[in-house]
């Protein structure tokens, strides 16, 4: 037997992705599609009058589905350049009753279509299902979160407070545009169908006596028995048309922006060591400096993303540059970017959840974040106290200006504390207002209505968008990453 390890493996599948996602895009799962494409073409045909399709032979289809002697199929291809007719011939050695009619008016992009429409479909579903498990534990932080402030940032510079759950359903409304574009894509996928070589179905016509009606309706059995009720594209050439790739891949792309702008959120908030993603006990950060919690789950989703976002630009192309009624140049192009973006996601998917599901929030150091930064946030509440107790508010502000520059000589010059409040309490001119310092440096009036924003949007958008996948939130489990 080979060995695997002495030649390349994609980290994608060898590495990273859940064993679902990588059997909906193995060889099995592919070409045992393509086998039931070809028993439902057979089944539709013999029922609408095909003569000489036996139930024997159809009996000795189904049997066959999953028997795929790769060998014969790979020596057949290397000899005769073509992977549908190889496999043609693979499948009638396995059912010899149906070696004459299995294929029967049809064209290759019949089963290579057919099927990747199938493929694509159920990764849809894998990957919605995971995306709603994510959401749903975001929002669970946000709510536990919804009211403890946090310092708030601007071109990474400190701004007003904030919550931390606030913060958090930023990032849970993107994740909700890409549920909403990730199903629309997925409800918005049809199925090629029995159309013939250039999209006329004039092989079908023939075969039927030139039955108009018969053909119809073999196109729609067809359709009906892979799972597209209804959802026959009407007209083609003799591929679907590529732009529904774009449609497909485009969610998942616009997904990778989201992923990588809240891994890069953590990541920022882990240096400031107010939030971190999981460590395990035995985890090693660094192989030289022993003391590093590098956020190497947050960085992994970065990378990934950023691979996905750019597949979207193979897909676009592909749509753009089929000629007429096809061009076989989107092949070998497809193979790779829309597997590799549904794989990707995947990933990108379960580590986000093992990531959100296992933040740690260090409430000190944020509040000693707030408190380093507060007191000159606070000078406009002092301004307005003062002039409450009939202070002239040009004269106050000019007291403040002053002491929040000696304040910040300080911290930039002698790299000391924040003193500001304690300048401002032995200042003779602020002493009207000494005894309420505290109360007017409470962090909880700084975050103006951010707990009732995050409860109403939990309560109004994603409790709403999440109700019809109840029954597989309920269901989730811990993502495991291997590694």
Sequence with gaps: M????????SPLTSRYASAEMAANFSNNTRFGTWRRLWVRLAQA???????GITDGALAEMS?????????????EEKRRRHD???????????APQAAGIIHLGATSCFVTDNADLIIFRDAMDLLISKLVVVIDSLSQFARTHRALPTLGFTHFQPAQLTTVGKRATLWVQELLWDLRNMQRARDDLGFRGVKGTTGTQASFLSLFNGDDEKVEELDRLVAE?????????????????????????????????????????????????????????DQIGSSAMAYKRNPMRSE??????????????????????????????????RRIAIPEACLTADIVLATLQNVVEGLVVYPQVIARRIRSELPFMATENFIMAM??????????????????????????QQGGDNDLIERVRKCAYFAPIAGELDSLLDPSTFIGRAPVQVDRFLANFVAPALAPYADIIAQKKPAELSV
Excluded at 45 to 51: F, K, N, P, R, Y
Excluded at 63 to 75: G, H, L, P, Q, T
Aim: proline residues 1%; glycine residues 6%.
């Design 2 to 9: 080979a060995d695997e390890n002495a030649k390349y493996q």
């Design 45 to 51: 045909e013999q029922q609408l009058g095909i003569s």
């Design 63 to 75: 049997a066959n589905v999953d028997n795929i002697d790769y060998k014969v199929a790979a020596e």
């Design 84 to 94: 549908v007719m190889a496999h043609v011939h693979a499948f009638g050695i396995a």
């Design 225 to 281: 028995l892979s799972g597209f009720k209804g959802k026959s594209y009407p007209v083609c050439g003799q591929t679907y048309s590529r732009k529904v790739d774009v449609d497909f891949v485009s969610a998942l792309s616009s997904f990778g922006a989201t992923a990588h702008r809240i891994a890069t959120d953590i990541r920022l908030l882990a240096n400031l060591k107010e939030i971190e993603e999981p460590f395990e006990r």
């Design 300 to 333: 992994r989703v970065c990378s990934l993303s950023r691979h996905l976002m750019v597949l979207i630009g193979d897909v676009l192309q592909t749509a753009s540059v089929q000629w007429l009624e096809r061009t076989l140049d989107d092949s070998a192009n």
């Design 387 to 412: 002039v409450q107790k009939g202070g002239d508010r040009q004269e106050c502000h000019e007291q403040i200006r002053v002491l929040s520059h000696e304040a910040a000589a300080v911290v930039k």
